[in-house]
């Protein structure tokens, strides 16, 4: 019975040791999604002659570190009317993720009383188009294509002369996205969009 004991006794360290070493091993590390944080805000609109500087941006890795980052790409002209991007790009550590944001700025000295935002219909989809004034002479313009595959997309609009808008291209989750011949009325709107999955006719809106 005294050698059953010892046996038995014998297994149960070695099941304790082998468990515990099973479980040390098999440690895994828990990365999160990188993002990044740009400082200021993504929309600004300044007037025609102003001094710009970037504010920058803070990354925040796979490990939760954050650390400040400087524009990878900076196209700001104050002399000029216009919309311009100001771009962080940045890579992981592990090399995994890519990350990405984009600064817009509106340089317009534009003051128009009138105010654009609203509920704009495309009656060829009946589908809206949502228009917001985000800044002096700057609208955010949601699904500018007016149709039901583009709701998520947002593009931004400058008045860069009185009742003259353009709209370059900016990212989107569809690709380069641009508007041209924007036209507002009173009673509604209209304008081409550019980008590779839409036609190039005008599309016109109804204000709703």
Request: overall charge negative; cysteine-free.
């Given at each position: 019975m005294k050698n059953i004991k010892v046996i038995i006794t014998a297994l149960c360290i070695s099941m304790l040791f082998s468990c515990e070493k099973e479980t040390t091993d098999n440690v895994s590390k828990v990365f999160s999604v990188p993002y990044i944080?740009?400082?200021?805000?993504?929309?600004?609109?300044?007037?025609?002659?102003?001094?710009?500087?970037?504010?920058?941006?803070?990354?925040?890795?796979?490990?939760?570190?954050?650390?400040?980052?400087?524009?990878?790409?900076?196209?700001?002209?104050?002399?000029?009317?216009?919309?311009?991007?100001?771009?962080?790009?940045?890579?992981?550590?592990?090399?995994?993720y890519e990350t990405v944001a984009t600064r817009y700025v509106a340089v317009t000295s534009v003051n128009d009383p009138v105010d654009y935002s609203g509920t704009y219909l495309r009656q060829a989809t009946n589908e809206n188009a949502f228009v917001t004034k985000v800044g002096n002479g700057m609208y955010s313009v949601q699904n500018p294509g007016g149709a039901a595959v583009g709701r998520g997309i947002v593009i931004y609009y400058v008045e860069t002369a009185l009742h003259v808008f353009e709209a370059p291209p900016q990212p989107t989750v569809d690709g380069p996205f641009a508007a041209e011949d924007i036209s507002f009325t009173a009673t509604g709107a209209s304008w081409r969009v550019d980008n590779e999955h839409y036609g190039t006719a005008l599309r016109f809106f109804v204000k709703q």
């Open positions: 944080n740009i400082k200021n805000g993504d929309v600004i609109s300044i007037p025609v002659g102003t001094s710009y500087t970037d504010a920058g941006a803070e990354y925040t890795g796979e490990e939760g570190t954050t650390t400040p980052i400087q524009a990878a790409s900076n196209t700001v002209n104050t002399t000029k009317p216009g919309l311009y991007l100001v771009t962080y790009s940045q890579t992981s550590t592990s090399g995994a």
